[in-house]
Structure formats: C-alpha cells, structure tokens
C-alpha cells in the first residue's frame, strides 16, 4: 500500500481500522478479506449473485420506505446504489471470498456498505459518515444475513439457471442438426462394446440430444424452489426486528423487480434453516453432468482411431495430440466435457454434505453450498458451448467405414431373426465366427433366402424401425 494514499477510519464491535478512503466497502468487509484468504472464487466474479444482492436490498428498501422507516432522501440515494449495481457498476467493490464463516455475514455486509458508501456519495457526504446513511440501520433496515443472503443466492441462482437452460438447449440443437445430417449413414449399435443391431448415425445423435432435453425439465423443477424466499424472517424466522407486513411487501416488490413468480415461504423458521432448493439444483446439474459424461464417452469411442479404432465419424482437430508422436490428435473437446462433468458431480456432493450440516435455526455451511452451484452452472456453461462450437458443429461421418462395418457384422443375423427364427439365426452367426464369412453369404449359400427376399430384410429402412415383413424361410 502507498505510503501517501488517503486512508480513512471506520470502527465496529471489534474496534476501529484504517482502510483505502476511496474504497465503496467498509470494516465488516475488510475483516472479511483479511479473515477468509480462502479460495480463488470471489463474489465479483459471479455478477449475478451481485444483481441478486442488489435486488434484495432494492426490495427491502422499497418496503421499508412505504412503512416510514426510511425518509425519501435516504431511499432514494439506496434505490439508485442498487439500480447501479444491478447494471453492473461496482462489482469490483465485492472481493470477498465466497467460502467464508459466518454463515454469509460477511457478503450482506460488503453488499451493505457498498450500497450505503454509494448512497452517501449521492447525497453528497463521504464514505463512511454512515450517521447519513447506515449499512446496518439503514441498508439491512429489517433483514438479517439469515434472509437476505439466501434471497439473493435464489435470486442470482434462478438468474443463473435461466441462462443455462438457454446454453443447454444450443447444444440441443447442434446434435439435431447432426442427426438430420446423418439420418441416412447406417452404422452398427453396439450394447456393452459388442455389436448389437444396425441403426444409423442419426440416430445416435438424435439420442444425444433427447435425454439431453429430458433434463430442461429437471432443471426447470428444481430451479422453481429458488423463487420461494424467506424475506422477513431476519435472525431466525420469528420476525423480529421487522414491522408487520414487511414480508408481504417486500416480497412483492421483488416479485415486481425481476418479473418473476416470487412467492413468500409458507414457514419463516423452516424455511430459514432449509438449504434443499441447492441441493435440488446441484441433484439436477449432477444428472446433466452424468449425461454429458456419457455422451463424451461415446464420441471418443466412436471416433477413435484414427486408422486402428472405430472410426465411424471425425471429431474436428483443435490441436496437436503429442509432444512425441508426430501425427496424433487427441479428442480435446470431449476430454474437457468429460472432467467438467466430474467437477460438477464432486460440487453436488459437497452441496449434499453442506445441506445436511444444517443444526437448530440455520445453516452456516450455506456460502460453500452457493458457490458450488454457481460454479458448476457457469462450467456447464462453458462446456456446453465449447463443445458444441469447437465439436459437435464440426463432426463429420465416415460413411463407407460405418457401411462395412454393417456389413461384415454378425450382429445383422438379428434382422434376419424374426423370418427365419433363432434356431436358423445361431446356426449362421456361429458359422460366420468360425470361418470368417459374411452373414449375407452364407443365407444365401444354405439357401434359407433368396436374394431378393434377403436383400428386401436388410434394407436400412427395414432394420431401423420396427417393420412387419411378409417373408417365410425356405429352410
């Protein structure tokens, strides 16, 4: 720090401390940075938990000054310090660490005397001459961290689960795009690594991209809990410190605020104490992540090669695979798909775990919980577009290779099945592993099937969808 820089002075229950005079946060916040060196996530990098702050203080402000409790003047600078940090201005006022004591003081409190140091520059006085405008009287007039915290981390959480459910249904749409593409490349299906029947490669994607959707729903359902919240519930739900009809009020300003269905809890205490919207959303992230995990398994599989593996399609070279083996390029998209996966799951477990330390009227382990979900939705989000743009965009299929490897199979004497019975079928499959030959030749050879008839079976419209063929084996 330079020797000249203007400091000023702020005191609290602990006593007073110097910080930078020109600094938007105050003494709860620098006791915050100094007690919680903790991890790399801090809260300036997640805006939207910020906009959520913002909201909630917005909404209490609001209500606050239709119940007296707030004079014009006051309201009307703490309106405009949250409308600009609702827009983004500020943000870099907020280094605190996301994972800190204190079940999340320390975060009400930075979004407090920013609010409240802004506030007082708009009505002309300097940080920190909070007898003009209070962080704690003023700003967190009626609140507690015990509800307004976990009001702004569903807000910023809903926020956030909106734009990943937008991020979510591109990738969508990239795999559909590729299973039109592909609608007519027939492939061999594969169960437990060994052939199985054919299919074709549209189908494989169009497969990608249905349980994928299936999720949008889960998702949906579980970000739903976020938009109950417990405002007015201050230390621990009973309400105190808080006029009657503030609960009502604020809710429904910030139902009005952000346009969405904002509802109070129907239990102030439970619901104080109750973390499971996190754990919910985490649970439902966790099975989008074992979903991608599995589909970046199958496009490694699949495309691996590129001469000696299955090779049935081409992942887009991003770069060179080794610093020895000239010529190699491994599946990097994928790859990183598949370890944001294991990141988003091993959060879940530590939201799961935090969810369950909730003791009496709280849960102090909330700020671990918030950051986990924020953080594997912003991974899934950058995964989902990495995938897509720099992969799945970019696949293209090996047409005559998936063609042969219908061909030579076995596993195509199950079409035949259903005509010629699993008696005749066992007999073929078993020849064709003995000697090497083709399932094709040798119903012909031992006469079970014309031509014609067999040639009418194994047509890739008739062996991808179930077909009614009138067609009786000769043997």
Known sequence: MANNQKMRTESDLLGSVELPADVLYGVQTLRGIENFRISKFHLNEYPLFIKGLAITKLGAAEANHKLGLLTDEKFNAIAQACREIMD?????????????????????????EVIANRALEIMGHQYGEYQYCSPNDDVNCAQSTNDAYPTAIHLGMYATHLKLVEHLKQLIESFEKKAAEFADVLKMGRTQLEDAVPMTLGQTFHGFASILRDEIVHLNEAAEDFLTINMGATAIGTGICAEPGYAELCTENIARITGWKIRLTGDLVGATSDTSCLVGYASAMKRVAVKMNKICNDLRLLASGPRCGLAEFNLPARQPGSSIMP?????????????????????????????????????????????????????????FDTLRTLCVDGITANRERCADYVKNSIGVVTALNPIIGYKNSTK???????????????VLEHGILSKEELDTILKPENMIRPVKLNIKPRK
């Open 88 to 112: 983004g201005k500020h943000h870099d006022a907020f280094p605190v660490d996301m994972i800190q004591g204190g079940a999340g003081t320390t975060t009400n409190m930075n979004a407090n």
């Open 428 to 442: 073929i499959a078993k020849e064709a592993l003995a000697t090497g030959r083709g399932v094709y030749d040798l």
């Open 327 to 383: 010529g190699k390029v491994n599946p990097v998209i994928p790859e990183v798909m598949n370890q944001i996966a294991y990141k988003v799951i091993g959060n879940e477990l530590c939201v799961t775990m935090s969810g369950e330390a909730a003791q009496m009227e709280l849960n102090a382990m909330e700020p671990v919980m918030a950051q986990c979900d924020f953080e594997s939705a912003e991974l899934l989000m950058n995964g």
